[in-house]
């Protein structure tokens, strides 16, 4: 703790020697700075522009490096920010990469969009990117970000938020590396915020995103959406829960490509999931309703998978990504024997958070299961090969016993004879 402060002290002096008006926070954003480049070229061949204050204001704004394309800062726009959206859109009119954290916060702004240049956002691991109680956001804006190296992004708390409006984000990368997914959390929204089905369809294409915590429900289908209610032939869209049971017509789940609901298969006689030959999502949203912080702990799975005695092959032709606010979104429950390779196969190929689950297992359990049975079977084969050797040294060992009786009986019969 003493060691920590000293060295923390010690920043501190050294800033204070070197750059006069940094601030605290910017000295523990420093070596993720450093280690990004900040203030040389950065590897696009760009000098990365330093912005050296913790909050953006009418004060400060003068000193953000409006020329450059690569900008390090810790952006806080908070409840004390004097500045129109136009002046800030100026101000970070040439901004492409921010490299550190993104904070919008207590604001009257309509939107973000004075930051829609911006391409990526690349926070460390003491960073995220938030946008909460901005009262007047009626949605983000941020039209060009495609990418964003962060461990979450959490919006929340915007009563007027309609839509997000984030159309070309295709890619996260966790920051921390021993993340495997980077959290995209919307909680605390009134029933005007919604998401549509093209929003959803992006975000699950985004191989390293958590769908899990998206408190929120689907907009009202267009036409364009062209989205059907229940299966039907040629449909590619469902809004709604599917069942299949031992009546459904398989047909017509083959052109489904997209369930916004979830899916149960049940009772059935089917042998593989080929007829679900082009889905490729199921993503119910909503279910965990009225639950605001951890709406995981009581959201309905995405699949459900249960009593269909034949099934066996357990791959899914063209399934990519689910996503629900339960725990395990996946489970398997009275279908044949899934063995843990199976199991391991789909929890990677879904690129899930938490894996599925076989008759309440994970799969990780279900290898340490079939280890034990191999281990049991061969404590039985052991077992029962002591007691075969014992018997048969019992057996040799009664039957050279009798041949010495019978041996000694003949001799004293000889005797007898005398
Ligand atoms: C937002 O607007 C409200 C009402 O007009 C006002 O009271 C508040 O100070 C404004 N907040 C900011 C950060 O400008
Ligand atoms: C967004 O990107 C497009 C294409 O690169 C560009 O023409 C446009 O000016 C960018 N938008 C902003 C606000 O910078
Ligand atoms: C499905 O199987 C369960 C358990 O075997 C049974 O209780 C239920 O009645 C079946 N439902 C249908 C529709 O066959
Ligand atoms: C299982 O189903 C998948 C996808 O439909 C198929 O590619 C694969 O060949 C099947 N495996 C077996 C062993 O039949």
Known sequence: MGLKLLILLALLCDFGASKENETPKFASS????????????????????????????????????????????????????????EELALAFKNMKRLIGGLTISGTNYTSAKFLAGLESIDTGSEQNILFEDNSEMIEIGLTNLTSIITDGWLISSSPKMKTLNLPNLKYTTPAESEYTHVELWIEKMEPNFCITFDEMEQFLNIRKADL??????????????????KPAKGCTRILGDVEIGPDSDLNAMKSVEAIFGTLTIKNTS??????????????????????????ALHGKKAVIIMNNPY???????????????????????????????????MEDSLYMSRGPTVDGNTCVLLKVQSLKIVEQSQMIFLVASIVICLMLLLGIGTGIFARWCIRNDNEYQQFDKY
Do not use: W
Not at 212 to 223: G, L, Q, R
Not at 321 to 340: C, D, G, W
């Open 30 to 85: 420093r070596k993720f700075f450093e280690k990004k480049h900040c203030g040389e070229i950065h590897p696009d061949k760009e000098t990365a522009c330093i912005f050296n204050y913790d909050n953006v204001l009418r004060s400060t704004i003068g000193f953000f490096p409006t020329h450059c394309s690569v900008v390090c800062a810790d952006l806080f726009i908070g409840k004390d920010c004097d500045l129109t959206e």
């Open 212 to 229: 899990t915590n998206i408190a929120a429900n689907y907009c009202e289908p267009t036409p364009e959406d062209d989205i059907c209610t």
């Open 270 to 295: 089917i042998e593989s999931l080929n007829f679900l030959e082009s889905l490729k999502y199921v993503a119910p949203l909503g279910t965990g309703s009225g639950f605001k912080r951890f709406p």
């Open 311 to 345: 099934l066996s092959n357990y791959t899914f032709p063209s399934l990519k990504k689910i996503r629900s606010e339960a725990l395990h979104q996946i489970v398997f429950e009275h279908n044949r024997y899934m063995t843990p390779e199976q199991c391991i196969r």
